[in-house]
């Protein structure tokens, strides 16, 4: 049995792949740990609660000692970083947050992986020569794209939130361990996640959950605003496969291939409830328009090609089937 080390693991996307991962991998044992903030919820991992393979842990990343006590505690074979602060609204009020725990925090995880499995430069302990080190980031920190283009691996770095700032220095941070140390490294950029689990404040739970109480439906700006939209699952497929099988050192980049604006999801959640929860008047009527973000980046898309090509994967959901499954989700939950 194998143990590796998730953090992140009771947020969104780190939640989902958990369980996806234990579902697909039995020869693994996750310790999983999470600081529990506002973005991690442990409801999200409640059916794990007796499962033999997996261990919870709350804690914080920054802490050091913690850190390095779990590596020799469970002798970590590897590390799937999920853990950060990832609201933009957020960050624009409270950026030392971001700093400290996106940047600070991945430099904890990286160097303690450093010391736990590696002798000394270029050169891995014999036990764990296979041992890898998975940071999961985000397009943002490419910045903004006009009415055309795709983001490719090569497309320079532009952050313009202090959000993805500090997540493209926590890029280059994991860069340096490559180039430095010989560490076994691999980073994945993804675009917009959607699907169950999401934290009430991201977009598209936000909308579904104004919609059903019937409070007005808030888009920032002229709702023109577009993103690279992916399914959760979608998502964790290609973790897994970057994962086992990307190349040391490499960066992949995942994307659902499915633009849309924010209004146009908004008009599309609202039309879905109209088919499934009608009321007399249709959702759309409660869509208003409100101040837009600081900084807001007006496009993100993503090309795919290099895992797609180099890895074999492939977004099996496209956005109208993925959002009618995203919805019928948090209505149940919205409606207990």
Sequence with gaps: MQTILITGGAGFIGANFVFYFLENNKEYHIVNLDKLTYAGDISNLKALENHSRHTFIQGDICDRDLIDALFYKYNFKGVIHFAAESHVDNSITNPDTFVQTNIFGTFNLLDAAKNYWMEAPHRYKTAYKNCKFHHISTDEVYGTLGKTGLFSENTPYAPNSPYSASKASSDFMVRSYFHTYGMNVVTTNCSNNYGPKQH?????????????????????????????????????????????????????????????????????????????????????????????????????????????????????????????????????????
């Design 200 to 336: 009430d404040e991201k977009l598209i739970p936000t909308i579904i959950r104004k919609a059903i109480a019937a409070e007005k439906i808030p888009i920032y700006g002229d709702g023109q605003n577009i993103r690279d939209w992916l399914y959760v699952t979608d998502h964790c497929r290609g973790i897994e496969l970057v994962y086992k099988n990307g190349r040391s050192g490499d960066t992949y980049n995942i994307g659902g291939n499915n633009e849309r604006s924010n209004l146009y999801i908004a008009n599309v959640i609202c039309d879905i409830l109209d088919e499934i929860s009608p009321k007399e008047k249709q959702y759309k009527e409660q869509i208003s328009f409100v101040t837009d973000r600081a900084g807001h980046d007006f496009r993100y898309a993503i090309d795919a090609s290099k895992i797609e090509n180099e890895l074999g994967w492939k977004a099996r959901e496209n956005f109208e089937s993925g959002i009618k499954k995203t919805v019928h989700w948090y209505l149940e939950k919205y409606q207990k």
